[in-house]
């Protein structure tokens, strides 16, 4: 009887390693997915939406108007300042229930549109209320 239930414990140890899930946005192509998803993530926090994304986000512009959202985009902001006839760039604007503070001259010089590590955890509590994927061909 050991023996069984040393076994059975062994094979659900060994099976809870080998389970896994993807991220929904592998590629920035697949952010469409995540506006066909759109209720998994409303009213949830912002962490569980980025969460999904694979593509490293490496601009984002924080809006306190209301409604406030943020807009992540996947290019640096030298790669967004040059004109490349063709490229396709794709946004996502992520609307939040709550006011947030996002402030340029409080972030780091030279580093005002990066996002980092350190906004996701001051801001990945804020409740998701909607979901925007923009997609723009430069002509």
Excluded at 6 to 29: A, E, G, H, P, R
Excluded at 89 to 95: F, K, P
Aim: glycine residues 2%.
């Amino acid at each position: 009887m050991k023996k069984i239930f040393k076994i059975i414990s062994l094979i659900l140890f060994l099976s809870s390693y080998s389970c896994y899930s993807q991220q929904m946005v592998m590629i920035t192509d697949d952010l469409p997915k995540l506006k066909s998803n759109e209720q998994q993530f409303l009213n949830k926090p912002l962490k569980n939406l980025i969460k999904e994304i694979k593509p490293e986000i490496k601009t984002a512009f924080g809006t306190v108007d209301t409604p406030s959202y943020f807009s992540f985009i996947f290019l640096t902001p030298a790669e967004l300042n040059k004109r490349v006839i063709g490229r396709k760039s794709i946004s996502l604007y992520v609307y939040l229930r709550e006011p947030f503070d996002w402030n340029f001259d409080k972030r780091t010089k030279g580093h005002e549109y990066e996002w980092t590590s350190a906004d996701l955890e001051k801001y990945g509590n804020l409740t998701v209320v909607r979901i925007k994927v923009i997609e723009r061909v430069e002509e």
